[in-house]
């Protein structure tokens, strides 16, 4: 793209745009203002006469900026796709006449409208680059795998099977994790009547005889440094050996620990040996290996067997853990059919509150269960009395009484707490952190951050783990994202990732191994991750101007930025997801994308015109989220719901985005109302880069000096949450900011 | 049509739902070429359906407009709706689909304007709503659709109103002439996610469906929340649009029942715990809701979701499987006749309208594959080396939620890729 800037404007008539619109007057705007070389107007752009139009002048007259004022940027996207030029949508469609009435006296504020959205595309053509991959990283195939349990040894089959070659850390000395502790598992084909094999010896076979996969035994990850595409690897053996390795994406299949049943006093564990918990049956049933299992005080063939589900999950009491397992009602079944496959005549009683078995083979199984003459009992245990044989305590909820039973032996169903090293810092903000670090040798948050061992130890700024979501699970946030951690590349599987048995962690694991393959694909060619996958452009920063205050370093919820030795930020292309909100962050204005910068945005806003004060005709700016807010404007103006002719709006990538600078200069230009639309904040958000709304509503606290200082009124600038669905409420929100400033009068800013 | 390129190498995905569009963007992503078959005029399949998803609450048209959008701008992914997949042969690394795709008698050159739509009158039942209103003959299916392009109801060819559309396009986009065909497409994985649909609620007798207004689905009334939705967002019976304040949710409706569905369907329980929601966010401290279930299987994470329900008092937890419903005639109230387990009390509750949490079948009706793949006795697809190159994802497998439908597309996406790879080595 070297050579000169070369603007070309294209106006459709269609769609009523030319009925209603004037667009000889749009097409002299584009020239005039926006400086367009070229201005075209058609009645049918995306039509492939239309396009060809475009592409001709692309072929032959040098345009590289194209400027179509049509519909909105998300309508006809397959139609205006041209290679190697920026492209500039001035919305007339939903953005002007769907939202404003037919009528001659609203004509000339709809029509202002419409040519300011064309200055505005016009100067956002203006201040863009096409964006080009930093070719930071090539494209490393080599998939690294923590954890050698079902999971990781899945993940690394399957990669390697689709060509990806794979290394396995597992810090024990074999592979198999806990699932070659199990004697048996749940069957995961019909007639999912049976226990079956683990299949554990298969797998762990497959991995020897795999020359695509390596396995360090023994081993940690004790630095990983870089980012997708150029992750550099310390695998460090027990015996102090360590090797660094290469690769473009990590699977994280670091597993689960064991609840630890001694904080279950009330149930004997601990006291009685015949209390166990399901991890120790399975040690029974392997040592009985289809004779009849003994119990562990006195090694007597168990004769009866009450199993206590629930055992310290599903609870809020102090040491427990809030969360279901998933698993463990299966699990119990399982077991319970080791004793009556083996003998029907041994009691099996599974004492549950909800009985947890789902889909169709979980029903199966359950159903089977009944028939082999498993006792399920609704009722919730209360105690485990200690004595020659476990006493349970429960309360039946069925005959509403209470109720006990001895057996020979208990089992505790206890639960999955996840093995996802140390929660990050990512929460934090610049104060805290700096409080923080004052205060390094006290504090609680400092103690828990050493108990706990890092499984990555990321050289990241923002901690050395991927960031836990609910109940320390290092989950994605997202329902239709399962695998969207806060850590571009690292995708987890399993039981850290959320509760789950062996043949769900074995689909994640599967599931994880193509999301890294993914990355480690795209990361190579420069190509962003979701939600804005594809997008080349990518944060670069004005060295001369930076003053090193670490606000984008802290800020990024991704961890995409370090900081060199003298605190300068430090940008991982292939981590960052291209939100933008190190932009926002930036008090001194020099972080940018190609695309999308600080003058992308800001001269968009300067280019509007503002009537002067009694003319009467305020001017909104509205920056609206390009996810939820943006189509919830586009969808209110497709069922034709009017708004405001004085609001501008201008899609942001992400609210946290959003620059000060922005907010100011347009105040001081003469803006009369300033609404930023983003994403609902808070423990259940939605912003799909975290927390860009929250940063924003934080941000924008400071603007009220900002309006004293300049005088004017607090309600001009104002944050709303949005949702998608919210088509009704971003016109009336709109209308009612219209008719503040009708109340509170014109800004005194006009030039 | 007919200029679609499709090779050995290339995935078909069949089902454009959420799980069809997950596997295809993450095979798309790392350059595989992928075909889309979708049944529908649009994408989204169920989730597009949904007022909000548990646990969050949030809005399944955010996810939506991200998937849509790479959809869009991925040039590998090619979606081809109202087509079916009639005809499967060949093995791994080198299938041949032939597939059936229906007129939509619009053409791309539709600008989604609306012209055609303003133009005619004739109406239809509304399928997007379970056809608890009309829509026009000439229609989006709703507001997201993907591809945002109208369609034309077959039942409206032939009629004035036709003519009105055509007449109303100015650029040449309505085709009254369009014909049914069926093209032939290569393939060297197929991928499964023909989704599910909601279990035939007429079948379970005792809770008259089929007789007592007020009786409803889980489906139905989630359409019910939808501002765009057949009542406007409101929370009314059927009967007489009367606010429905007093909800019972009947959980395992025709699930885990030998007379109708074997199976649980995994994600009922979370959705009426959902639903209960939605009944104080429309009346607040004046709704009352019943839950009767028999197990709450609010699974793993989502038992903390579950806890939060049970903090509220206006919601209350019946353990009981109801064993039938009868009209009260004076006022419409269904009345639910059943046994509290807990303590073994009979009941004859009234509610102004009661919601069957019905179950999840596979859409795909078992014998009815074009080509013979392992099905389990409820209908979902096994995984088995004897499927060759063909692979279940999402909800086509297994009663799953969301997050483990996607989860389950995505390992899919891999399945097909490595078949794929093998066919591209093999060419060299």
Same mark, same amino acid.
């Given at each position: 793209?070297?050579?000169?800037?070369?603007?070309?404007?294209?106006?459709?008539?269609?769609?009523?745009?030319?009925?209603?619109?004037?667009?000889?007057?749009?097409?002299?705007?584009?020239?005039?203002?926006?400086?367009?070389?070229?201005?075209?107007?058609?009645?049918?752009?995306?039509?492939?006469?239309?396009?060809?139009?475009?592409?001709?002048?692309?072929?032959?007259?040098?345009?590289?900026?194209?400027?179509?004022?049509?519909?909105?940027?998300?309508?006809?996207?397959?139609?205006?796709?041209?290679?190697?030029?920026?492209?500039?949508?001035?919305?007339?469609?939903?953005?002007?006449?769907?939202?404003?009435?037919?009528?001659?006296?609203?004509?000339?504020?709809?029509?202002?409208?419409?040519?300011?959205?064309?200055?505005?595309?016009?100067?956002?053509?203006?201040?863009?680059?096409?964006?080009?991959?930093?070719?930071?990283?090539?494209?490393?195939?080599?998939?690294?795998?923590?954890?050698?349990?079902?999971?990781?040894?899945?993940?690394?089959?399957?990669?390697?099977?689709?060509?990806?070659?794979?290394?396995?850390?597992?810090?024990?000395?074999?592979?198999?994790?806990?699932?070659?502790?199990?004697?048996?598992?749940?069957?995961?084909?019909?007639?999912?009547?049976?226990?079956?094999?683990?299949?554990?010896?298969?797998?762990?076979?497959?991995?020897?005889?795999?020359?695509?996969?390596?396995?360090?035994?023994?081993?940690?990850?004790?630095?990983?440094?870089?980012?997708?595409?150029?992750?550099?690897?310390?695998?460090?053996?027990?015996?102090?050996?360590?090797?660094?390795?290469?690769?473009?994406?990590?699977?994280?299949?670091?597993?689960?620990?064991?609840?630890?049943?001694?904080?279950?006093?009330?149930?004997?564990?601990?006291?009685?040996?015949?209390?166990?918990?399901?991890?120790?049956?399975?040690?029974?049933?392997?040592?009985?290996?289809?004779?009849?299992?003994?119990?562990?005080?006195?090694?007597?063939?168990?004769?009866?067997?009450?199993?206590?589900?629930?055992?310290?999950?599903?609870?809020?009491?102090?040491?427990?853990?809030?969360?279901?397992?998933?698993?463990?009602?299966?699990?119990?079944?399982?077991?319970?059919?080791?004793?009556?496959?083996?003998?029907?005549?041994?009691?099996?009683?599974?004492?549950?509150?909800?009985?947890?078995?789902?889909?169709?083979?979980?029903?199966?199984?359950?159903?089977?269960?009944?028939?082999?003459?498993?006792?399920?009992?609704?009722?919730?245990?209360?105690?485990?009395?200690?004595?020659?044989?476990?006493?349970?305590?429960?309360?039946?909820?069925?005959?509403?009484?209470?109720?006990?039973?001895?057996?020979?032996?208990?089992?505790?169903?206890?639960?999955?707490?996840?093995?996802?090293?140390?929660?990050?810092?990512?929460?934090?903000?610049?104060?805290?952190?700096?409080?923080?670090?004052?205060?390094?040798?006290?504090?609680?948050?400092?103690?828990?951050?050493?108990?706990?061992?890092?499984?990555?130890?990321?050289?990241?700024?923002?901690?050395?783990?991927?960031?836990?979501?609910?109940?320390?699970?290092?989950?994605?946030?997202?329902?239709?994202?399962?695998?969207?951690?806060?850590?571009?590349?690292?995708?987890?599987?399993?039981?850290?990732?959320?509760?789950?048995?062996?043949?769900?962690?074995?689909?994640?694991?599967?599931?994880?191994?193509?999301?890294?393959?993914?990355?480690?694909?795209?990361?190579?060619?420069?190509?962003?991750?979701?939600?804005?996958?594809?997008?080349?452009?990518?944060?670069?920063?004005?060295?001369?101007?930076?003053?090193?205050?670490?606000?984008?370093?802290?800020?990024?919820?991704?961890?995409?930025?370090?900081?060199?030795?003298?605190?300068?930020?430090?940008?991982?292309?292939?981590?960052?997801?291209?939100?933008?909100?190190?932009?926002?962050?930036?008090?001194?204005?020099?972080?940018?994308?190609?695309?999308?910068?600080?003058?992308?945005?800001?001269?968009?806003?300067?280019?509007?015109?503002?009537?002067?004060?009694?003319?009467?005709?305020?001017?909104?700016?509205?920056?609206?989220?390009?996810?939820?807010?943006?189509?919830?404007?586009?969808?209110?103006?497709?069922?034709?719901?009017?708004?405001?002719?004085?609001?501008?709006?201008?899609?942001?990538?992400?609210?946290?985005?959003?620059?000060?600078?922005?907010?100011?200069?347009?105040?001081?230009?003469?803006?009369?109302?300033?609404?930023?639309?983003?994403?609902?904040?808070?423990?259940?958000?939605?912003?799909?880069?975290?927390?860009?709304?929250?940063?924003?509503?934080?941000?924008?606290?400071?603007?009220?000096?900002?309006?004293?200082?300049?005088?004017?009124?607090?309600?001009?600038?104002?944050?709303?949450?949005?949702?998608?669905?919210?088509?009704?409420?971003?016109?009336?929100?709109?209308?009612?900011?219209?008719?503040?400033?009708?109340?509170?009068?014109?800004?005194?800013?006009?030039? | 049509?007919?200029?679609?390129?499709?090779?050995?190498?290339?995935?078909?995905?069949?089902?454009?739902?959420?799980?069809?569009?997950?596997?295809?963007?993450?095979?798309?992503?790392?350059?595989?070429?992928?075909?889309?078959?979708?049944?529908?005029?649009?994408?989204?399949?169920?989730?597009?359906?949904?007022?909000?998803?548990?646990?969050?609450?949030?809005?399944?048209?955010?996810?939506?407009?991200?998937?849509?959008?790479?959809?869009?701008?991925?040039?590998?992914?090619?979606?081809?709706?109202?087509?079916?997949?009639?005809?499967?042969?060949?093995?791994?690394?080198?299938?041949?689909?032939?597939?059936?795709?229906?007129?939509?008698?619009?053409?791309?050159?539709?600008?989604?304007?609306?012209?055609?739509?303003?133009?005619?009158?004739?109406?239809?039942?509304?399928?997007?709503?379970?056809?608890?209103?009309?829509?026009?003959?000439?229609?989006?299916?709703?507001?997201? +659709?993907?591809?945002?392009? %109208?369609? @034309? !109801?077959?039942?409206? /060819?032939?009629?004035? =109103?036709?003519?009105?559309? &055509?007449?109303?396009?100015?650029?040449?986009?309505?085709?009254?002439?369009?014909?049914?065909?069926?093209?032939?497409?290569?393939?060297?994985?197929?991928?499964?996610?023909?989704?599910?649909?909601?279990?035939?609620?007429?079948?379970?007798?005792?809770?008259?469906?089929?007789?007592?207004?007020?009786?409803?689905?889980?489906?139905?009334?989630?359409?019910?929340?939808?501002?765009?939705?057949?009542?406007?967002?409101?929370?009314?019976?059927?009967?007489?649009?009367?606010?429905?304040?007093?909800?019972?949710?009947?959980?395992?409706?025709?699930?885990?029942?030998?007379?109708?569905?074997?199976?649980?369907?995994?994600?009922?329980?979370?959705?009426?715990?959902?639903?209960?929601?939605?009944?104080?966010?429309?009346?607040?401290?004046? +709704?009352?809701?019943?839950? %009767?279930? @028999? !197990?709450?299987?609010? /699974?793993?994470?989502? =038992?903390?979701?579950?806890? &939060?329900?049970?903090?509220?008092?206006?919601?209350?937890?019946?353990?009981?499987?109801?064993?039938?419903?009868?009209?009260?005639?004076?006022?419409?109230?269904?009345?639910?006749?059943?046994?509290?387990?807990?303590?073994?009390?009979?009941?004859?509750?009234?509610?102004?309208?009661?919601?069957?949490?019905?179950?999840?079948?596979?859409?795909?009706?078992?014998?009815?594959?074009?080509?013979?793949?392992?099905?389990?006795?409820?209908?979902?697809?096994?995984?088995?080396?004897?499927?060759?190159?063909?692979?279940?994802?999402?909800?086509?497998?297994?009663?799953?939620?969301?997050?483990?439908?996607?989860?389950?597309?995505?390992?899919?996406?891999?399945?097909?890729?490595?078949?794929?790879?093998?066919?591209?080595?093999?060419?060299?």
């Amino acid at each position: 793209m070297a050579g000169e800037m070369k603007i070309g404007a294209y106006v459709c008539k269609g769609c009523g745009i030319g009925e209603r619109l004037n667009a000889d007057q749009l097409a002299t705007t584009a020239t005039r203002d926006g400086k367009a070389a070229i201005c075209q107007q058609h009645d049918y752009l995306c039509s492939e006469e239309g396009v060809n139009m475009i592409q001709n002048d692309i072929d032959n007259e040098g345009v590289n900026r194209v400027v179509i004022a049509a519909c909105s940027r998300r309508a006809k996207t397959d139609a205006f796709a041209f290679k190697h030029v920026t492209l500039h949508r001035a919305n007339l469609r939903e953005g002007v006449i769907w939202v404003r009435p037919d009528s001659d006296d609203q004509q000339e504020t709809t029509q202002e409208m419409a040519d300011d959205y064309v200055r505005m595309a016009c100067a956002e053509a203006k201040y863009s680059k096409v964006p080009e991959a930093s070719g930071q990283q090539g494209v490393n195939r080599n998939i690294l795998i923590v954890g050698g349990g079902v999971a990781g040894m899945t993940a690394a089959l399957e990669a390697s099977k689709a060509g990806y070659p794979c290394t396995i850390v597992e810090k024990a000395a074999t592979l198999g994790g806990a699932v070659a502790q199990l004697y048996k598992t749940i069957p995961t084909k019909a007639p999912y009547a049976d226990p079956q094999d683990s299949g554990v010896d298969e797998l762990i076979a497959a991995i020897e005889a795999d020359s695509n996969i390596t396995v360090h035994l023994n081993s940690r990850t004790t630095n990983i440094a870089g980012a997708p595409g150029r992750f550099a690897a310390d695998i460090s053996a027990e015996s102090g050996a360590t090797v660094t390795k290469d690769f473009g994406a990590i699977v994280q299949a670091s597993g689960f620990k064991p609840y630890d049943a001694n904080q279950l006093p009330e149930f004997a564990y601990g006291k009685n040996k015949d209390v166990v918990t399901q991890l120790e049956l399975e040690a029974l049933a392997k040592a009985a290996n289809g004779s009849a299992i003994k119990r562990p005080s006195d090694g007597k063939e168990v004769s009866s067997v009450v199993f206590v589900q629930c055992a310290g999950q599903r609870s809020k009491k102090e040491g427990h853990l809030e969360h279901c397992s998933g698993y463990c009602c299966s699990a119990s079944i399982k077991q319970a059919m080791y004793f009556k496959d083996q003998n029907p005549d041994v009691e099996t009683t599974i004492m549950y509150t909800d009985l947890r078995t789902p889909g169709a083979g979980g029903e199966n199984f359950y159903r089977s269960g009944q028939k082999k003459g498993i006792i399920f009992t609704k009722s919730v245990v209360s105690e485990v009395v200690n004595g020659a044989n476990p006493t349970v305590k429960f309360k039946d909820l069925i005959l509403n009484e209470e109720a006990e039973v001895e057996a020979d032996l208990v089992v505790l169903a206890t639960g999955m707490v996840p093995n996802a090293g140390q929660a990050t810092r990512a929460e934090l903000t610049i104060e805290e952190n700096e409080d923080k670090a004052d205060a390094k040798s006290s504090g609680e948050a400092q103690v828990i951050r050493v108990e706990v061992e890092s499984i990555l130890n990321l050289d990241y700024r923002q901690g050395k783990d991927v960031p836990h979501m609910a109940n320390g699970f290092a989950d994605s946030h997202f329902i239709c994202f399962p695998y969207e951690t806060q850590r571009t590349g690292i995708y987890t599987a399993g039981p850290t990732r959320r509760p789950m048995d062996a043949k769900q962690a074995m689909d994640d694991a599967m599931g994880a191994a193509m999301r890294a393959i993914g990355e480690a694909e795209n990361a190579g060619l420069g190509k962003a991750a979701h939600p804005r996958s594809g997008d080349l452009s990518f944060p670069t920063f004005r060295k001369e101007g930076c003053t090193q205050c670490k606000r984008c370093t802290v800020e990024c919820p991704f961890g995409a930025i370090n900081e060199d030795e003298q605190g300068y930020p430090v940008y991982n292309e292939s981590r960052c997801r291209r939100c933008g909100t190190c932009m926002g962050a930036c008090p001194v204005r020099v972080i940018s994308f190609e695309s999308y910068s600080v003058d992308t945005v800001g001269q968009q806003l300067k280019a509007v015109d503002i009537p002067e004060e009694f003319d009467e005709k305020p001017r909104i700016l509205v920056l609206a989220c390009e996810n939820d807010a943006y189509p919830a404007l586009d969808m209110a103006a497709q069922n034709k719901l009017e708004y405001s002719a004085f609001a501008r709006v201008i899609p942001v990538r992400c609210l946290g985005s959003i620059s000060l600078s922005w907010i100011t200069d347009s105040l001081n230009s003469g803006f009369d109302g300033i609404m930023l639309m983003g994403c609902p904040s808070g423990d259940n958000y939605q912003c799909h880069f975290v927390k860009g709304s929250g940063t924003a509503q934080e941000r924008m606290g400071k603007v009220g000096d900002t309006l004293q200082s300049l005088s004017l009124e607090k309600e001009r600038v104002a944050t709303y949450e949005i949702s998608i669905t919210d088509i009704h409420k971003v016109p009336k929100l709109i209308n009612d900011m219209a008719t503040t400033i009708e109340k509170i009068g014109m800004s005194p800013f006009k030039f | 049509m007919s200029d679609i390129v499709a090779t050995n190498q290339t995935i078909l995905v069949v089902g454009g739902g959420i799980s069809g569009m997950t596997a295809a963007i993450e095979a798309a992503e790392v350059g595989k070429q992928v075909i889309v078959i979708e049944k529908r005029p649009f994408i989204g399949g169920r989730v597009s359906q949904l007022y909000k998803y548990f646990p969050k609450l949030c809005f399944p048209t955010c996810g939506l407009e991200i998937n849509q959008r790479r959809i869009n701008a991925n040039k590998n992914i090619t979606v081809v709706t109202m087509a079916e997949v009639t005809g499967l042969v060949g093995e791994a690394g080198n299938y041949t689909a032939s597939v059936k795709i229906s007129p939509r008698y619009v053409n791309s050159n539709c600008t989604a304007c609306g012209a055609c739509g303003d133009a005619v009158e004739s109406e239809f039942d509304n399928e997007f709503n379970y056809n608890m209103d009309k829509r026009k003959g000439a229609y989006l299916p709703y507001n997201l +659709a993907q591809p945002q392009r %109208y369609v @034309i !109801d077959p039942q409206m /060819i032939g009629t004035d =109103d036709a003519q009105k559309a &055509k007449d109303a396009c100015k650029f040449n986009a309505v085709d009254l002439d369009m014909q049914e065909e069926t093209i032939e497409l290569k393939a060297g994985a197929v991928i499964y996610a023909t989704g599910w649909r909601p279990y035939d609620a007429n079948k379970i007798q005792p809770y008259g469906y089929d007789r007592i207004k007020n009786v409803i689905t889980s489906v139905e009334f989630e359409r019910m929340m939808d501002p765009f939705g057949p009542t406007g967002g409101k929370l009314v019976r059927p009967s007489d649009g009367a606010e429905a304040k007093k909800v019972a949710f009947i959980q395992c409706a025709g699930s885990r029942d030998r007379n109708y569905l074997k199976h649980c369907s995994r994600i009922c329980c979370m959705a009426s715990l959902k639903q209960s929601t939605y009944v104080s966010e429309k009346y607040g401290d004046d +709704a009352e809701v019943s839950i %009767y279930y @028999i !197990d709450i299987r609010a /699974i793993d994470r989502f =038992d903390d979701f579950y806890q &939060k329900v049970q903090d509220d008092k206006n919601v209350t937890f019946i353990k009981s499987k109801v064993a039938s419903i009868v009209e009260n005639k004076a006022n419409g109230n269904p009345t639910l006749h059943g046994v509290d387990t807990e303590g073994y009390n009979r009941y004859a509750n009234e509610h102004d309208l009661v919601v069957l949490a019905v179950g999840m079948e596979p859409s795909v009706d078992k014998d009815t594959f074009p080509i013979e793949i392992k099905v389990n006795d409820e209908g979902f697809i096994e995984h088995d080396e004897a499927n060759g190159g063909v692979f279940a994802a999402g909800c086509s497998s297994d009663a799953l939620d969301v997050n483990r439908a996607v989860q389950h597309a995505t390992a899919a996406a891999l399945r097909a890729i490595q078949v794929v790879n093998r066919v591209a080595k093999a060419e060299g």
